[in-house]
C-alpha cells in the first residue's frame, strides 16, 4: 500500500512526495507549524506593508530628493504588489490551471523589487563616488527606461518560459512538462535561474555597491570635519538631503542582506527540500523553508520602518505630512534657520548632521 505525503497546492504546486508506509504515519508536528506560519505571516506582512508602503510613497515624493525618488516610490509599489499577489497565492482554496503559473508571477513581483533596490543602490553608489557625473548619467528619461527594461527582462526570463515548461494535467496537479525533467529543466529552472536572479546575484549587487558607498559616505565626512574645523559650511542643504537619502538606503540595503543572507545559505546548502526516505528530515527541511521564506518576504514590508529609524529628515518629513503641514523642504527657511540658530540644542543637532 502506497500512501502520499502531500505539500498543500497553496504552497507550491510541484511538491508531492510519494511515501510507502503501511499503516500511514502521522504527519510530523515540524510540518503543521510550518504550514501555520506559512497561512499565517503573509497576512501579517500584508497588514503592515501596504499601508507603509503607501506611506513611504508620499513621504519620499515630498522630501524633495530628485532621481532617487521615484526608484524609492517604485520599489515601494513594487513590494506591495509582491505582497498582494503572494496572498492571494497562498489564499487559493481550490487549484486550477491559472494557479499553476501563479508562483512564478509571484516570484517576478519579488525579484523586481530586488533589482529595483539594486538600482536604487547602484544610483547612491555613483551619487556618492561620482558626484559631478551624476546628473548626466541619471536623467528621468534613462531611469525610466532602466525601470521598464527591468521589468521586461526579468519577466521574459521568469514567467514567459514557464507556459511552456508547466502542464495542468488531468488529475489537477501542476508539474513540469515530461520533456524538461528528461533534460534536467525543471532542476536548473528551479535551483540555479529563480535563485540566482531572486537572491544570489541581487545579495552579490547589494554587497559590492553598500561597501563602496559606506567607504565614499566615511571619506566625505571626514572631508565636513576638517572644512568645519576650518570654520566654513561643509555643504549646502542639497548636499544634505543626498546624505539623508544615501544613508537612508545604506541601512535599507543592509536590511535586505541580513533577511535574505538565510534563504541564499538555505538553498545553496540544501538541494533537495523533501527526502522521499525520511519522512521527519523532510518536514524539518520544510519547516526551516517556510521560515526563511517568511524572513525574504519580510523585506517587502520593513522599508517605512528602516527608513523611519534611519533618518531624521525622513521622520521629521513623515510627521509634518500627519500634522498637514508643508515638508521641511518646502518651508521658509530663513525663519528656520534663524528658529534653529536662536536655539542652543538644535543648533548642535544641525552641526552634528552637517559634520
Same mark, same amino acid.
Given at each position: 500500500? @502506497?500512501?502520499?505525503?502531500?505539500?498543500?497546492?497553496?504552497?507550491?504546486?510541484?511538491?508531492?512526495?510519494?511515501?510507502?508506509?503501511?499503516?500511514?504515519?502521522?504527519?510530523?508536528?515540524?510540518?503543521? #507549524? %510550518? /504550514?501555520?506560519?506559512?497561512?499565517?505571516?503573509?497576512?501579517?506582512?500584508?497588514?503592515?506593508?501596504?499601508?507603509?508602503?503607501? %506611506?513611504?510613497?508620499?513621504?519620499?515624493?515630498?522630501?524633495?530628493?530628485?532621481? $532617487?525618488?521615484?526608484?524609492?516610490?517604485?520599489?515601494?509599489?513594487?513590494?506591495?504588489?509582491?505582497?498582494? #499577489?503572494? $496572498?492571494?497565492?497562498?489564499?487559493?482554496?481550490?487549484?486550477?490551471?491559472?494557479? *499553476?503559473? !501563479?508562483?512564478?508571477?509571484?516570484?517576478?513581483?519579488?525579484?523586481?523589487?530586488? +533589482?529595483?533596490?539594486?538600482?536604487?543602490? =547602484?544610483?547612491? =553608489?555613483?551619487?556618492?563616488?561620482?558626484?559631478?557625473?551624476?546628473?548626466?548619467?541619471?536623467?528621468?528619461?534613462?531611469?525610466?527606461?532602466? %525601470?521598464?527594461?527591468?521589468?521586461?527582462?526579468?519577466?521574459?526570463?521568469? #514567467?514567459?518560459?514557464?507556459?511552456?515548461?508547466?502542464? +495542468?494535467?488531468?488529475?489537477?496537479?501542476?508539474?513540469?512538462?515530461?520533456?524538461?525533467?528528461?533534460?534536467?529543466?525543471?532542476?536548473?529552472?528551479?535551483? +540555479?535561474?529563480?535563485?540566482?536572479?531572486?537572491?544570489?546575484?541581487?545579495?552579490? =549587487?547589494?554587497?559590492? =555597491?553598500? @561597501?563602496?558607498?559606506?567607504?565614499?559616505?566615511?571619506?566625505?565626512?571626514?572631508?565636513?570635519?576638517?572644512?568645519?574645523?576650518?570654520? @566654513?559650511?561643509? /555643504?549646502?542643504?542639497?548636499?544634505? %538631503? &543626498?546624505?539623508?537619502?544615501?544613508?537612508?538606503?545604506?541601512?535599507?540595503?543592509?536590511?535586505?542582506?541580513?533577511?535574505?543572507?538565510?534563504?541564499?545559505?538555505?538553498?545553496?546548502?540544501?538541494?533537495?527540500?523533501?527526502?522521499?526516505?525520511?519522512?521527519?528530515? /523532510? $518536514?524539518?527541511?520544510?519547516?526551516?523553508?517556510? #521560515?526563511?521564506? !517568511?524572513?525574504?518576504?519580510?523585506?517587502?514590508?520593513?522599508?517605512?520602518?528602516?527608513?523611519?529609524? /534611519? @533618518?531624521?529628515?525622513?521622520?521629521?518629513?513623515?510627521?509634518?505630512?500627519?500634522?498637514?503641514?508643508?515638508?521641511?523642504?518646502?518651508?521658509? +527657511?530663513?525663519?528656520?534657520? $534663524?528658529?534653529?540658530?536662536?536655539?542652543?540644542?538644535?543648533? &548642535?543637532? &544641525?552641526?552634528?548632521?552637517? *559634520?
Amino acid at each position: 500500500m @502506497t500512501s502520499t505525503f502531500t505539500i498543500p497546492s497553496s504552497t507550491d504546486p510541484l511538491l508531492s512526495v510519494p511515501m510507502s508506509t503501511d499503516p500511514p504515519l502521522p504527519v510530523p508536528y515540524q510540518f503543521t #507549524v %510550518a /504550514s501555520t506560519i506559512r497561512d499565517v505571516y503573509i497576512w501579517v506582512l500584508l497588514a503592515v506593508g501596504l499601508p507603509c508602503n503607501a %506611506a513611504c510613497v508620499v513621504t519620499i515624493l515630498f522630501m524633495h530628493v530628485n532621481i $532617487a525618488t521615484f526608484y524609492v516610490a517604485l520599489l515601494a509599489v513594487a513590494d506591495s504588489l509582491a505582497l498582494i #499577489v503572494k $496572498a492571494i497565492y497562498i489564499k487559493r482554496e481550490v487549484p486550477d490551471a491559472p494557479s *499553476c503559473y !501563479m508562483l512564478y508571477i509571484n516570484n517576478f513581483f519579488s525579484c523586481y523589487a530586488n +533589482w529595483v533596490l539594486v538600482l536604487i543602490v =547602484f544610483q547612491r =553608489f555613483y551619487a556618492v563616488c561620482f558626484p559631478l557625473k551624476i546628473k548626466g548619467a541619471f536623467t528621468k528619461k534613462r531611469i525610466y527606461i532602466s %525601470a521598464g527594461v527591468l521589468a521586461a527582462v526579468l519577466f521574459v526570463i521568469m #514567467v514567459v518560459p514557464t507556459f511552456y515548461f508547466l502542464e +495542468w494535467d488531468a488529475e489537477s496537479e501542476c508539474r513540469w512538462r515530461n520533456e524538461t525533467q528528461i533534460y534536467g529543466v525543471d532542476k536548473v529552472w528551479d535551483s +540555479w535561474i529563480m535563485s540566482l536572479l531572486y537572491s544570489y546575484l541581487p545579495f552579490l =549587487f547589494l554587497v559590492v =555597491f553598500t @561597501t563602496l558607498i559606506i567607504v565614499g559616505l566615511f571619506r566625505h565626512r571626514r572631508t565636513r570635519i576638517s572644512i568645519c574645523a576650518a570654520g @566654513t559650511s561643509s /555643504s549646502s542643504d542639497d548636499g544634505k %538631503a &543626498e546624505r539623508a537619502i544615501s544613508i537612508m538606503l545604506v541601512c535599507a540595503s543592509l536590511v535586505f542582506l541580513l533577511l535574505t543572507l538565510p534563504a541564499c545559505l538555505f538553498h545553496l546548502f540544501i538541494s533537495d527540500l523533501y527526502d522521499q526516505k525520511v519522512r521527519q528530515e /523532510s $518536514a524539518e527541511r520544510y519547516l526551516v523553508y517556510q #521560515v526563511v521564506t !517568511m524572513l525574504s518576504d519580510a523585506n517587502h514590508a520593513v522599508n517605512f520602518f528602516v527608513y523611519f529609524a /534611519s @533618518t531624521r529628515k525622513f521622520r521629521r518629513c513623515f510627521f509634518d505630512l500627519v500634522r498637514c503641514h508643508p515638508c521641511l523642504d518646502n518651508r521658509d +527657511w530663513s525663519k528656520e534657520k $534663524a528658529q534653529i540658530k536662536s536655539d542652543p540644542e538644535r543648533r &548642535e543637532g &544641525e552641526d552634528e548632521e552637517e *559634520c
